[in-house]
């Protein structure tokens, strides 16, 4: 059938789409017919809104495709949409359901409809039990909240999006709740919403949501920054094999695809480069912006004293709190011998247990409220009936308690622990020593005598603080060493002097002090030997002084004058550390500092904490949390050398038939064949046999046939 004017445009929607774009006055005519008939489809749809109609889903699209043409026409169209979508949200056909939003997504994208109406439906349909378009509704939401957020902040729109996000965390639905946890958190990580608003709002809500998932999306929230590890580890994994490349390349066949990939690669290397060289942006974890971090942990707590949860969900409600503990310094006594029940060698994941004891402690808790929790680790871990590595990890986790709380300890508690410093097992002794070395910095009068070692200067300086004291410093510690010019202090070490992580230090002086360039361990037995030649020395002077007991009274006059010649020294002494200090503050207030300045007091203060003997410094840094590691981290001796290897060989085949190629004699003393030994001789023997027959002409054959012939003739 031919048409009469051959005019297809009503029933070929991109043609007209086509042309509208381009001359939107020529096709108005065409344009409000097509609107026409989208009214009456869509009127005949809601008697029947289950069922797909395809031809209402293509006018949809292109309404929506050349509705900025026509804006006063098109205006009650995103209204209809949203109504459709509101009424009949979940008995919508999922195809026609995708088709609306696809739409309203166009049409907000051209900025013909308002953000925060879109943004409300949509949140709204997150309660549809349809995966798919949930996902495509979260990455619309962030993705559209980013932009807005792209060149300022919308503080009223952020306001209003954020209050409606907090009656849909309370949602009775628990994927919309879910999801919105997800969306809130997904623009916290992207520095889009990354305020204190936000994060409280997931505290106060999600933390304590009776719907299991977004209970623990919250608390993963708040320990977020072991995903942030995880993903360091990642991204160093996959790192750009850029030499490995070049070298392919320049082996391999030139090809137009491998050309391809190399430039591909080194795309990436220079976006890598650049990364690296990007300075590093810091953002502090939401846990710091709770407003109300102290009853955060109460509810969390009695929470957790009161849930059915499985086990996995009680660590992380005793990690949220221990950290909340550490990070404020709040107190919840009650925290501490909840987790005590748990501290046994057989109980699941103790070792985190272990973690969040240690996290939950600082210097503001009473000892006697720690005290218990040292005691349960040294009579269930710390006992010869367990392993090493059981023992070892007590030690580990006493010592990350003590080094938060050091005033915890009991002296009797800690000479016994210091007693497994010359346990047969290495971890065990490492782990002990590690514990001394502790106290040798914090509290050495807990410890012996013979275990204190060798006094620092830092260490002498130091004071022994009480209960809830605080040092206060009313200078920069170590100018004093901008005070003498004379001096130069040079440390050689593989890190900066900034940041020293424990590192063998090599430290000299020009004036010839720290004679010694040698490394030498922190053993017990150099202390033992120095206490002995002390008390050698305490024997020689009582000697000395028996025999000038039975000298004359010029001697006494004598002695008199040396303790008062020692008086005024200390005195003379105390003064100039005095008139030191009072120096170096004046010119901490004078003066500006530079790079090179504070290099030089770093590197004085850290020449206070080593001495002669002893080339590392002693102090022990304490981390905002703590790690796993330095619990479960057990000394072993490794057995990587050559003969252990064989050990392990030789071990492996015994009870074994013989590995090798199997010939298949029955006596394998007996002789072999020319073929099998062709497989061992040298390549020169059997170079003759390498080389390929030639094949011979014609002409020749004709010759050895006719010789062949006359031969036999002669024969006969």
């Given at each position: 059938?031919v048409?009469?004017?051959?005019?297809?445009l009503?029933e070929?929607?991109?043609?007209?789409?086509n042309?509208?774009?381009?001359?939107?006055?020529?096709?108005?005519?065409?344009?409000?017919?097509q609107?026409?008939?989208?009214?009456?489809?869509?009127?005949?749809?809601a008697?029947?809104?289950?069922?797909?109609?395809?031809?209402?889903?293509?006018?949809?699209?292109?309404?929506a495709?050349?509705a900025q043409?026509?804006?006063a026409?098109?205006?009650?169209?995103p209204?209809k949409?949203?109504?459709?979508?509101?009424?009949?949200?979940?008995v919508?056909d999922?195809?026609?359901?995708?088709?609306?939003?696809?739409?309203?997504?166009?049409?907000?994208?051209?900025?013909?409809v308002?953000a925060?109406?879109?943004?409300?439906?949509f949140?709204?349909?997150?309660?549809?039990?349809?995966?798919?378009?949930?996902?495509f509704l979260?990455?619309?939401?962030?993705t559209?909240?980013?932009?807005?957020?792209?060149?300022?902040?919308?503080?009223?729109?952020?306001s209003?999006?954020?209050?409606?996000?907090?009656?849909?965390?309370?949602d009775?639905?628990?994927?919309?709740?879910?999801?919105?946890?997800?969306?809130?958190?997904?623009?916290?990580?992207?520095?889009?919403?990354?305020?204190?608003?936000?994060?409280?709002?997931?505290?106060?809500?999600g933390?304590f949501?009776?719907?299991?998932?977004v209970?623990v999306?919250?608390?993963?929230?708040?320990?977020?920054?072991?995903?942030e590890?995880?993903?360091?580890?990642?991204?160093?994994?996959?790192?750009?094999?850029?030499?490995?490349?070049?070298?392919?390349?320049?082996?391999?066949k030139?090809?137009?695809k491998?050309?391809?990939?190399?430039?591909?690669?080194?795309?990436q290397?220079?976006?890598a480069?650049?990364?690296?060289?990007?300075?590093p942006?810091?953002?502090?974890?939401?846990?710091?912006?709770?407003?109300?971090?102290q009853?955060?942990?109460e509810?969390l707590?009695?929470?957790?004293?009161?849930?059915?949860?499985?086990f996995?969900?009680?660590l992380?409600?005793?990690?949220?709190?221990?950290r909340?503990?550490?990070?404020?310094?709040?107190?919840?006594?009650?925290?501490?011998?909840?987790?005590?029940?748990?501290?046994?060698?057989?109980?699941?994941?103790?070792?985190?247990?272990?973690?969040?004891?240690?996290?939950?402690?600082?210097e503001?808790?009473?000892?006697?409220?720690?005290?218990p929790?040292l005691?349960?680790?040294?009579?269930?871990?710390?006992?010869?009936?367990?392993?090493?590595d059981?023992?070892?990890?007590?030690?580990?986790?006493?010592?990350?308690?003590?080094?938060?709380?050091p005033?915890a300890?009991?002296?009797?508690?800690?000479?016994?622990?210091?007693?497994?410093?010359?346990?047969?097992?290495?971890?065990?002794?490492?782990?002990?020593?590690?514990?001394?070395?502790?106290?040798?910095?914090?509290?050495?009068?807990?410890?012996?005598?013979?275990?204190?070692?060798?006094?620092?200067?830092?260490?002498?300086?130091?004071?022994?603080?009480?209960?809830?004291?605080?040092?206060?410093?009313?200078?920069?510690?170590?100018?004093?060493a901008l005070?003498?010019?004379s001096?130069t202090?040079?440390?050689?070490?593989d890190?900066?002097?900034?940041?020293?992580?424990?590192?063998?230090?090599?430290?000299?002086?020009?004036?010839?002090e720290?004679?010694?360039?040698?490394?030498?361990?922190?053993d017990?037995?150099?202390?033992?030997?120095?206490?002995?030649?002390?008390?050698?020395?305490d024997?020689?002077n009582?000697?000395?002084?028996d025999?000038?007991?039975?000298?004359?009274?010029?001697?006494?006059?004598?002695?008199?004058e040396?303790?008062k010649?020692?008086?005024?020294?200390?005195?003379?002494k105390?003064?100039?550390?005095?008139?030191?200090?009072?120096?170096?503050q004046e010119?901490?207030?004078?003066?500006?500092?530079?790079?090179?300045?504070?290099?030089?007091?770093?590197?004085?203060?850290?020449?206070?904490?080593?001495?002669?003997?002893?080339?590392r410094?002693?102090?022990?840094?304490?981390?905002?949390?703590?790690?796993?590691?330095?619990?479960?981290?057990i000394?072993?001796?490794?057995?990587?050398?050559?003969?252990?290897?064989?050990?392990?060989?030789?071990?492996?085949?015994?009870?074994?038939?013989?590995f090798?190629?199997k010939d298949g004699r029955?006596n394998?003393?007996?002789?072999?064949?020319?073929?099998?030994?062709?497989?061992?001789?040298?390549?020169?023997?059997?170079?003759?046999?390498?080389?390929?027959?030639?094949?011979k002409?014609?002409?020749?054959?004709q010759?050895?046939?006719?010789?062949h012939?006359?031969?036999?003739?002669k024969m006969?």
């Amino acid at each position: 059938m031919v048409r009469p004017n051959n005019n297809q445009l009503p029933e070929n929607l991109p043609q007209l789409q086509n042309l509208i774009k381009r001359d939107p006055e020529s096709y108005s005519d065409e344009f409000h017919i097509q609107y026409q008939h989208f009214l009456s489809l869509l009127e005949v749809f809601a008697l029947n809104p289950s069922e797909e109609n395809k031809s209402l889903d293509d006018i949809v699209m292109f309404v929506a495709q050349v509705a900025q043409c026509y804006p006063a026409v098109c205006e009650e169209f995103p209204k209809k949409l949203s109504e459709l979508l509101k009424n009949y949200a979940t008995v919508l056909d999922p195809a026609m359901r995708n088709c609306f939003v696809k739409a309203l997504i166009l049409l907000r994208n051209k900025n013909l409809v308002p953000a925060l109406d879109i943004l409300e439906l949509f949140f709204q349909l997150l309660r549809c039990p349809d995966k798919n378009l949930r996902t495509f509704l979260q990455t619309h939401i962030v993705t559209d909240i980013k932009n807005m957020n792209a060149k300022h902040k919308d503080m009223k729109l952020n306001s209003s999006l954020q209050a409606f996000m907090y009656s849909m965390l309370k949602d009775a639905n628990p994927k919309a709740a879910k999801m919105s946890a997800d969306i809130m958190i997904e623009l916290y990580k992207k520095n889009i919403w990354n305020d204190a608003k936000t994060v409280n709002v997931i505290a106060t809500v999600g933390c304590f949501s009776k719907v299991t998932k977004v209970l623990v999306t919250s608390l993963k929230f708040f320990l977020g920054h072991d995903e942030e590890d995880e993903e360091e580890d990642t991204e160093s994994e996959n790192e750009v094999d850029l030499k490995g490349a070049l070298m392919a390349n320049r082996v391999n066949k030139k090809t137009k695809k491998r050309t391809k990939q190399l430039a591909q690669i080194k795309k990436q290397a220079v976006k890598a480069q650049k990364k690296k060289k990007n300075a590093p942006a810091f953002n502090f974890s939401g846990i710091h912006l709770l407003h109300n971090p102290q009853g955060m942990a109460e509810g969390l707590f009695k929470q957790l004293q009161g849930t059915n949860e499985r086990f996995e969900v009680k660590l992380m409600h005793l990690d949220v709190i221990s950290r909340l503990i550490g990070i404020h310094e709040l107190f919840l006594f009650g925290f501490y011998p909840y987790i005590t029940r748990f501290l046994q060698p057989h109980q699941r994941q103790v070792t985190r247990v272990l973690q969040f004891a240690a996290q939950a402690s600082h210097e503001l808790v009473p000892g006697d409220i720690i005290e218990p929790i040292l005691k349960t680790i040294a009579n269930n871990f710390i006992t010869e009936r367990n392993s090493s590595d059981v023992m070892a990890i007590g030690l580990n986790a006493t010592r990350e308690i003590c080094m938060r709380c050091p005033l915890a300890m009991g002296e009797d508690l800690l000479q016994d622990l210091a007693m497994y410093k010359t346990y047969k097992e290495k971890s065990v002794m490492m782990a002990a020593r590690s514990l001394i070395t502790l106290y040798r910095e914090q509290l050495p009068a807990l410890l012996h005598k013979k275990d204190r070692g060798r006094q620092t200067e830092a260490q002498a300086e130091r004071k022994v603080r009480a209960y809830g004291e605080r040092e206060v410093h009313d200078t920069v510690l170590g100018a004093e060493a901008l005070l003498n010019n004379s001096k130069t202090i040079d440390i050689e070490s593989d890190d900066d002097t900034d940041s020293n992580d424990g590192e063998w230090v090599n430290v000299t002086h020009s004036d010839g002090e720290g004679g010694k360039e040698g490394v030498e361990d922190e053993d017990d037995d150099d202390d033992e030997e120095d206490d002995d030649e002390e008390e050698d020395e305490d024997e020689d002077n009582s000697n000395e002084e028996d025999e000038e007991e039975d000298n004359s009274d010029e001697g006494v006059a004598s002695g008199e004058e040396s303790t008062k010649s020692a008086k005024t020294k200390k005195e003379k002494k105390d003064i100039k550390i005095l008139n030191q200090k009072e120096a170096a503050q004046e010119l901490a207030l004078t003066r500006i500092f530079t790079d090179e300045d504070f290099k030089r007091i770093n590197a004085a203060n850290l020449k206070k904490t080593v001495t002669s003997a002893r080339k590392r410094p002693l102090e022990q840094d304490r981390a905002e949390f703590v790690k796993l590691n330095s619990i479960e981290m057990i000394y072993k001796k490794r057995k990587h050398d050559k003969e252990s290897r064989l050990e392990t060989v030789q071990a492996g085949r015994q009870d074994r038939e013989r590995f090798g190629w199997k010939d298949g004699r029955v006596n394998e003393h007996c002789s072999k064949t020319n073929r099998e030994k062709r497989k061992t001789k040298n390549f020169g023997m059997l170079r003759h046999k390498a080389r390929s027959k030639v094949k011979k002409s014609f002409k020749d054959k004709q010759q050895a046939l006719r010789k062949h012939l006359l031969h036999q003739k002669k024969m006969k």
